[in-house]
């Protein structure tokens, strides 16, 4: 008879306190432990696109396409805009992963965009970001400029963009700072801008539809990517490449092509 039943009720309470501490203390070690599972798996999904992106990862032996990867390694790890010319298909966002990925800013993130893809209004809130109030429904949200700050910024087919939205990217190179649609105040942004088009953005100067100074800002450096049929040499080794890719991924067992297959393919015009 040494305990009473107020001491069973203080031991309850103490037991429940004591049942909720190890129970969070469990849940933290686990949310730790993901924690740093999930920092682990990020390092190596990065070094694999680094790996992948690197310009060793790149096939292509002939002069214009050799000469395309040593322009990337010159100008990766630098500040500088790039623009990258090319027929659709001829690999401009493969580059431009490569300029990101072989620079300082690897570990930062890489944005793409298609500035073809959306019309202006949208496109327009998709690059600078848009406040609560501009329309109903809205609600507020960074735009891409924001999500790359400290990386790269790869907006494709640039020579399809609006007049409209060319004038603000413009202020936005030039000012290092970028304002939401319906916002008073600028936020700063450290980005690095690399364009993509298959347009001959001389000729759409000439016709009035893309701005002279925003072509002279983005283009710092630029590279220009050969098209498959001004790069033959190249042909067997990239059909070569995908098609053990395709027979890893179907676990398939493959010899490579036939003489009459590879004949075909080196004849072949390559217009698109």
């Known amino acids: ?64 396409f050799q000469a395309a990867l040593r322009l990337v390694e010159k100008v990766a790890d630098t500040t500088a805009n790039v623009l990258i010319t090319g027929e659709s298909g001829t690999g401009k966002e493969v580059f431009a992963r490569s300029l990101h990925y072989n620079s300082a800013r690897r570990d930062k993130p890489f944005v793409a965009i298609n500035c073809a893809a959306l019309p202006e209004t949208l496109l327009e809130a998709e690059l600078f970001g848009i406040e609560r109030g501009v329309a109903t429904g809205v609600d507020p949200r960074p735009g891409t400029f924001e999500l790359a700050h400290g990386g790269t910024l790869f907006l494709d087919e640039i020579g399809d963009m609006s007049a409209a939205v060319q004038v603000r990217l413009l202020r936005v190179l030039q000012e290092r700072k970028v304002s939401r649609v319906g916002a008073r105040e600028a936020i700063d942004i450290d980005v690095r801008v690399i364009a993509a088009t298959h347009q001959n953005l001389g000729n759409e100067i000439g016709a009035g539809r893309f701005r002279e100074d925003l072509f ?27 098609l053990g890719r395709f027979a890893e991924k179907h676990e398939r067992h493959h010899t490579g092509f036939s003489r009459s297959a590879a004949r075909e393919m080196l004849a072949h015009p390559w217009p698109g």
């Open 1 to 64: 008879d040494v305990f009473e039943p107020r001491h069973e009720r203080i031991l309850a309470i103490i037991a429940n306190a004591v049942a909720m501490a190890l129970e969070n203390a469990r849940l933290f070690y686990e949310v730790t432990r993901s924690r740093e599972n999930l920092v682990i798996e990020n390092k190596s999904l990065r070094r694999q696109l680094s790996d992948r992106f690197s310009t060793e990862g790149l096939i292509g032996n002939s002069a214009q």
């Open 216 to 242: 002279y800002r983005i283009k710092v450096v630029e590279i220009q990517l050969p098209s498959l049929r001004e790069r033959r040499d190249d042909i067997l080794p990239l059909a070569n490449h995908f």
